[in-house]
Structure formats: structure tokens, C-alpha cells
């Protein structure tokens, strides 16, 4: 499914078990924990999925948490990831220091004042949750927000940000400079730490297997003496090192390779899983785009995970069971009906000049074979460029030209040009046909941005990872498949459709039977289907303009 894909939830209760689901470890500084990891998952029900958020049942985790005040250890531990995901979105100063005081709770006995201390921070998280649920706006009854970290798909995102954090405390992760792109077979000094960083964060997962003894065993207590988390022996690394572990992984990097300096074949399938795992062209070359992702330290790359997490999971406990939605970042629409997944596309979304906004609407209407009346902006930097180095342009891509009277215009290639050229008081409509930019059909729902999802008369543009490339619209590549759905299911007049179908010239608009609603979103990262974390490029520059930061007044406890 599409990059922005989750495991999205059958209404009824999930039988799937992910004993089965193959898994990485993160970085093999916390291969015992990845052991956990995967058991966790085989006793868990499946992830449930952001995109559309099933009810938990069970207990609310304050009244799991009321029968294990006595034994502190295990009170720490139910709050802790609950905190950690907190403080990492910023919702609040309180959470990050509450979680540094956890840390230092963990592993001993707390007296009775750090006991009280303890119920009050669970009170605090309780009163966050209770705080969403009051600004929920809900179409139809949604979850609680209090069930949130009783989610499956939650505590996963828990365990990934206790990796990445584990990571960040271990190593440092300097910045990386390529004076110019690096193909496979070529050589440089950088092959080395971009091998340590792929290693760490599991895309190396066999690049030690000559190695007398793994890096983790030298760095990690093994995990059945911990607990949950992996805790870093202070005495096994070296002060002198670049990284806590970058002496061993650079010695036995130099090991492996009688060319420590080149770009080999292992390297180069390591950096292709990686491009595809950040939304990259896999071509193995390592560019500015792949050197800007292995240069986020796993801390930049936690506080990411966070924020979208928390984004996702108030977005998606809001909807209804059936919708459209778009995540931009992903270039990735998803159509969920009854809560079942029955669409995925790829999809084309608005350039960085010209972005496509994040809305929520209904859709109210479709159009078979559209028509297309230019918006004056798309005339102006667009269309009048190439009618200026073309004068036949109009006439080639089925364009009518009308005055502001509304009377149909002609002229001569050349006059057309010279027009291009100064003023054009001119609107255009380009015929429905296999040249229109819109394709076959046009799904209509009202904003205030003019823009509908549609279809497009270059599919070839899908083939593209960086698919920001419209005015604004949204192109959908499976557009036959979500029209076949509407016609099926919405249309009201299908005789009528049935009838007009065969014509690819003859534009009509369709009334539904009900409206469909559609969303637009904007997510950066998220767990796959494997339990993966995904990255996506901010292309908008919108992360830093997101905020999670709530009132300090809720906390305030009596």
C-alpha cells in the first residue's frame, strides 16, 4: 500500500498475529531488544492504524495503573512511554521533566513522597488525554483519547522512540559533507561513517557477520537483565572514540572490505533500502537528498516520530467509517470504507510554489469527462509561456478561447503569440478529451482553494518519487478504480453514466446519493505495515509550523 499506509483496522476484532511479520532491528546496539520487540508483537493484536483508529476495550490505563502504585518499578514503566512520546512532541514543559525524573526512577524503590510524586504525573497524563477529548470535534462518537496508550499501534511507536532515544544517548551523530554525489564503485573518505550510520540503524544487518564478537554485546547489557529498555555500559566505551561505538564499527568496518574507501555492491543495497524507506528514488547514489536523511541524528528522527504520532492519532480517532485521505508528504491517497482499506493510489499533489492545502470537506459530485476552465494564475505562469514558444499550443490541447463577454475568440498562430506576449484579456476551457489535463473524471467538493481531486492526461508523471508537481489538485492514478467505486455505490443516475461512458467527448456532472468525505493531511513519518518507520521530505516546510502545546492550566492538579 501507499507510503502513508497503516494497518487500518477491520471494524470487527483483529485475528492477525505478527509473530509472522519479519523485523529489523533498529541498530544492532539494541539487538536484544528487538527481541522484545517481536515478542511484544506476537502477544499483541495487530498495530492499529493512524489512518483510522478502532476503540480499544479495556480498562482506562489510570485504573490499570491504580492496582501497581505498589510496586513502583513497574508504575514507572507504565507512564514511562506515555511521558517519553509527550515530551519528544513538545505538548508541554511538564512531560519533559517528568521524564527525566523517570529515568532516574528507574531500576530502585521509590520512597513515599517520589510514590506521590508518581500518581500525580499519572493524573497529569490522565488530564492531557481528558483534555483532547473535550477539544475533539467528532463527526460521529469517536474513541476516548484516554484509550490511546492502551493502542497497539501506540506502545509501537513507544518501543521505536525508546530505540531511537537508546541510540541517541550512545552515539553522537556529526554532520556528514559530500562535495558531490557519490555512485556506487566510486570512493570516499565518507564510506566508512555513511556504512556505521546505515549499521546502526539496521540497514546493515549482516555487514558483521565475520566479526568475532557484535558490537551490541560490547555496548548493551543483554536485555532479559533489563527489563524493557537497553541501558548503555558507561565502561565499555572509550572517551577517544568519534561515536560511544564508532572506534569498534570503524575497526571492523576496515576489516570487511580490502577498500574501506569504496562504494561497494553490500553498500549500495543498504543505501536502496534506505532511499526507499525516506520516500527517495532508490538508485543507490547517494545525493543531497539521501545525505540530508543520514544526516538526522535518531534524536531529530524521534522528536519527528513523535510529533506525527500524536498528530495522526487525534486526527484519526475523529473520523467516520468511511473517507478519503490524502497525505501529502506520501504523495499517497488511501480510501477507507466500513473501516477496511479498499483503496490505495498514488497521487500527485501541488508544487512547493503552489501547495496543495490541508482541508476537510465532503465530496459532493463527479464529473465524467471534465472540462477545464483555466484559473487565471495556471494562464499566467503556465500556458501563456508555451503559447508565446508555440503559436498552435491552443489549438493543439483543445483549448476554446473567450473574451470576459463570453464570446468565443480566434486568431492566427502568430496573432496568438504576439498576445502571449503582452496582454491577454482572454479566458481559456480546454474540451473534454484525451488531452485534457483533468483525464476522464473530476471528484468536486467545496473549499475555498478551487481545488478537486481529478485524474491527468500524463500518467507517466506517477512513475516519479517527488510527485509535487501540480498547481494544487490533486491527481489521482487510480482514477478509474475510486470513479468505478462512486459509480457503484453514490451515483444516483448510473443509466445515465452506463450511456455516456463510451464518450470521452460528451462532459456531464453526477449527483450522489451521499457525499463522501475527504481530507487532506500532512505526515512525515509513521510505522509501516512491518513496523518500520517511515520518513518522508517536509515539502512544504510545514513541521516547525505544527504545534502540540497545550495550556499549563490543565496540569494543575488539587
Given amino acids: 500500500m501507499m507510503p502513508v499506509s497503516r494497518l487500518t483496522p477491520n471494524p470487527n476484532k483483529r485475528k492477525r498475529s505478527w509473530s509472522s511479520v519479519k523485523r529489523w532491528p533498529l541498530s544492532t546496539l539494541l ?10 508483537y506476537a502477544a499483541e493484536p495487530p498495530v492499529t492504524a493512524p489512518l483510522s483508529v478502532e476503540p480499544q476495550t479495556g480498562e482506562l490505563l489510570a485504573d490499570a495503573l491504580s492496582s501497581e502504585v505498589a510496586d513502583p518499578d513497574t508504575a ?13 512532541a513538545d505538548v508541554s514543559p511538564v512531560f519533559s521533566a517528568n521524564y527525566q525524573q523517570l529515568i532516574q526512577w528507574r531500576q530502585r524503590a521509590l520512597d513515599n513522597e517520589e510514590q506521590v510524586k508518581l500518581q500525580q504525573m499519572q493524573l497529569q497524563l490522565d488530564n492531557y488525554w481528558q483534555y483532547l477529548d473535550a477539544q475533539a470535534e467528532c463527526m460521529t462518537p469517536c474513541s476516548s483519547a484516554t484509550l490511546l ?11 521505536k522512540l525508546k530505540q531511537l532515544m537508546a541510540l541517541a544517548e550512545s552515539s553522537t551523530w556529526e554532520m556528514l559533507i559530500l562535495e558531490d554525489k557519490l555512485s556506487p564503485g566510486q570512493e570516499s573518505p565518507l564510506i566508512a561513517p555513511i556504512a556505521q550510520r546505515l549499521f546502526l540503524l539496521g540497514f546493515l544487518e549482516n555487514m558483521h557477520s565475520a566479526a568475532s564478537e557484535p558490537v551490541a554485546d560490547k555496548v548493551v547489557l543483554p536485555v532479559s537483565e533489563l527489563g524493557s529498555e537497553p541501558v548503555i555500559k558507561a565502561d565499555t566505551i572509550s572517551p577517544d572514540a568519534t561515536t560511544p561505538a564508532g572506534s569498534v564499527v570503524l575497526q571492523e568496518l576496515a576489516a570487511i572490505d580490502n577498500n574501506p574507501l569504496r562504494y561497494d555492491d553490500e553498500l549500495v543495497r543498504a543505501i536502496k533500502n534506505f532511499q526507499t524507506q525516506h520516500g527517495l528514488q532508490a538508485d543507490g547514489v547517494i545525493g543531497k537528498q539521501t545525505l540530508y536523511w543520514l544526516n538526522q541524528s535518531p534524536y531529530a528522527r524521534a522528536k519527528l516520530l513523535a510529533k506525527n504520532t500524536l498528530r495522526q492519532l487525534i486526527f484519526t480517532r475523529t473520523l467516520p467509517a468511511s473517507y478519503l485521505v490524502i497525505n501529502i508528504p506520501a504523495f499517497e491517497l488511501q480510501f477507507v470504507e466500513a473501516g477496511k482499506v479498499i483503496l490505495n493510489s498514488k497521487v500527485i ?10 482541508l476537510s470537506s465532503h465530496i459532493s459530485s463527479v464529473v465524467l469527462n471534465p472540462q477545464w476552465r483555466v484559473p487565471r494564475t495556471i494562464v ?15 489549438q493543439d490541447r483543445g483549448f476554446d478561447v473567450y473574451d470576459y463577454d463570453g464570446a468565443r475568440v480566434e486568431h492566427s498562430p502568430q496573432e496568438w503569440q504576439e498576445l502571449a506576449s503582452s496582454h491577454f484579456p482572454y479566458r481559456l476551457v480546454q474540451r473534454p478529451g484525451a488531452k485534457n489535463a483533468l483525464g476522464r473524471y473530476k471528484f468536486h467538493f467545496d473549499n475555498s482553494f478551487s481545488v478537486y481531486l481529478h485524474g491527468t492526461s500524463e500518467p507517466s508523471l506517477f512513475k516519479k518519487t517527488d510527485r509535487a508537481l501540480s498547481s494544487g489538485c490533486i491527481r489521482v492514478e487510480k482514477v478509474e478504480e475510486l470513479a468505478r467505486w462512486f459509480q457503484t455505490h453514490l451515483v444516483k443516475d448510473t443509466r445515465l453514466w452506463d450511456k455516456l461512458a463510451p464518450n470521452t467527448t460528451q462532459s456531464q456532472w453526477f449527483a450522489l446519493s451521499d457525499t463522501m468525505p475527504v481530507y487532506t493531511v500532512y505526515w512525515t513519518a509513521w510505522l509501516d505495515d512491518a513496523g518500520q518507520i517511515q520518513y518522508r521530505n517536509d515539502i512544504y516546510q510545514l513541521e516547525a509550523e505544527f504545534t502540540l502545546a497545550v495550556p499549563a492550566a490543565i496540569f494543575y492538579i488539587l
Fill in 380 to 394: 499566467r505562469r503556465d500556458i501563456l509561456p508555451h503559447i508565446r514558444q508555440d503559436g498552435h499550443y491552443l
Fill in 149 to 159: 496508550p492502551k493502542d497497539a499501534y501506540f506502545r509501537a511507536v513507544v518501543l
Fill in 349 to 358: 499533489v501541488g508544487k512547493a510554489s503552489r501547495p496543495t492545502p490541508l
Fill in 31 to 40: 539487538m536484544g531488544l528487538s527481541l522484545v520487540v517481536i515478542e511484544s
Fill in 76 to 88: 514507572v514503566e507504565q507512564i514511562l512511554g506515555q511521558t517519553l512520546l509527550l515530551s519528544l
